[in-house]
């Protein structure tokens, strides 16, 4: 399974001027990108990612108790996180939403699996996967320590819906790594090449309107809520050809808040109004640049459409 996506999709619509929206579109995506630069025609759309162990934390799960390592692991295929001096960790630690948006971590976060721990007791692992100068920094600094120990703890948090104990958690002193490193690494793939490739497009009987400010429903909990959708393999017997992902997004107006990447065996749809959030793992991979999109504003209704 992959938990870094290849192909983000940024949205135009069927009106007269559809193909300037486009362009904008494709210009304000590729100035969110890194600044990579553009793929090679034909290069593949993700890599594997070669790890390896770094450091295990052990905490416990909320509410139950259940023993939960985190393996932090390293390596060089995604990008080094910014340069940080401890003052500006110490300003980010103490008001993260006003710094986050200036420092950012790349981490490629697993999925959880059922392991046993020393004693042979069943507990679960997720590996995290960072650059190695994280890690080193880890070794100079106790306050970037305690950071990057945080920001994988939220990490994992944030993506599977979990709650992890602070007052249970520690560093193994002797033990880098729960688990086979060696079957958990086919999970994780990195993008190759520049900006992702568009390939949504909105269908609406009539031109859709961007919600206006204010006007999108308020989410406070800490991870946005998942859409009804419905995943079917076609043909339905035997070994697909393609799936189709129907979702249902009542509370969206326009496909240009949606983000949509898929790589992999992986779909992750998110919206800049934090109204919902979907990521799941299909049963194969697909061809990632084969898939295509639509979203139709009037049924409020996204399709997805992955060839394998």
Known sequence: ?????????????????????????QQLLASQDSGAAPAAAGAPASRQVAYEPGLCIKTRQEPGGAKLFINLCRSADLPA???ASDEQLAKLLEDPDSHAARFRVPLSIGEPRAERDHAGSACTAIDVVAHPSLLDRMRASDLYRNFAISLAVEGAEAKHGLSLSRRDLTVLRNKKYVGSIEQQAAQHFVRSGGPPKPFIQEVSGSEATAPQPGSSPSVSSKTPPRPEFRLVQKPPYGSPSHFVCEIRLPLISSAGSLQLQ??????????????????????????????????DADSRLLTVTMPV
Request: net charge negative; aromatic share 6%.
């Open 262 to 295: 898929v790589g992999g065996d992986r779909l992750l749809l998110t919206c800049r109004s934090r109204a919902y959030r979907l990521d799941f793992y299909l049963p194969v991979c697909i061809d990632q640049a084969a898939c295509c999109a639509q979203f």
């Open 81 to 83: 996180p910014p340069e």
């Open 1 to 25: 399974m992959s938990s870094s996506s290849s192909l983000s999709m940024p949205v135009a619509d069927e009106s007269e001027d559809a193909e300037e929206k486009l362009r904008i579109l």
